[in-house]
């Protein structure tokens, strides 16, 4: 008698269960009605949700957010992702996205994105605001929108180059940085306050972007009116001012 009592009751929870999960999965009341982006600069909200796949009016359970984080996650865009339900007609997307440090102009004039690692975010148009401008690559296969994604290493014999930019992006200097130009084995600087720093060749060029670093700050600090820094005439930088020298 017992056993069966305790049967009619288990019964009796998955008839209200199912009852309930039917209900949430089909009633209007949880219907989707706004998906929320947040944390974008790059990418624009409706791009977002577009690589989601998630569809407004579908039931809130029905909708699968690991699918859509996972789905999202693919663009290079994308370091960090949360896609979280807010009951009864809500899911909000937060991203973190990965920082664009270097772009190179191509020859039919786009422009080639990058994070700090050499990674191709983007392949368009319009050059990126405030993001530094590379030139002098040489590149042994042509890079266009199927090429991001993949790293700027495989497209030609940089090696030199991307261990430098590696080393600047490490230090933060991109910031200070609007256009590096590498001419065979001599690397030109230009500013972003438009001053020039002659940095000269490769060599030790990991102690040189240290050193060119507290120049800046030292230069910043001391509010120096500067026109170029010298570093390819000796151990240490020249600083020129109006003709006399630091």
Not at 61 to 70: C, E, I, L, M, V
Not at 73 to 96: A, G, M, Q
Not at 132 to 160: A, P
Not at 170 to 179: A, G, K, T
Request: proline share 2%; aromatic share 8%; charged share 30%.
């Amino acid at each position: 008698m017992e056993k069966k009592k305790r049967g009619i009751i288990i019964i009796a929870i998955l008839i209200v269960a199912g009852g309930v999960i039917y209900f949430m999965t089909n009633a209007s009341y949880f219907r989707l009605k706004k998906v929320t982006v947040a944390g974008n600069q790059n990418l624009g909200k409706e791009v977002v949700i577009g690589l989601s796949e998630l569809k407004v009016n579908n039931n809130i359970f029905r909708s699968n957010t690991g699918k859509a984080k996972k789905n999202i996650s693919k663009n290079p865009y994308v370091e960090d992702i949360k896609v979280t339900r807010k009951l009864p007609d809500t899911i909000n997307i937060v991203i973190s996205e990965i920082s664009e440090t270097y772009q190179i102009p191509t020859e039919d004039k786009s422009h080639i994105i990058l994070d700090a690692n050499g990674n191709i975010l983007n392949y368009k148009k319009s050059p990126s605001k405030n993001v530094t401008v590379i030139k002098g690559l040489k590149f042994n296969k042509k890079i266009n929108e199927k090429s991001i994604g993949t790293n700027i290493s495989e497209y030609g014999e940089n090696d030199k180059i991307f261990k430098y930019l590696k080393s600047s992006s490490d230090l933060n200097l991109p910031n200070e940085i609007r256009e590096i130009n590498f001419n065979k084995n001599n690397i030109d600087i230009i500013l972003k306050n438009n001053k020039l720093v002659k940095f000269g060749n490769f060599k030790n060029y990991e102690y040189k972007l240290k050193l060119l670093k507290e120049v800046l700050k030292k230069t910043a600090e001391e509010k120096i009116n500067y026109e170029t820094i010298f570093m390819d005439r000796g151990e240490n930088p020249i600083i020129v001012t109006d003709g006399a020298s630091l």
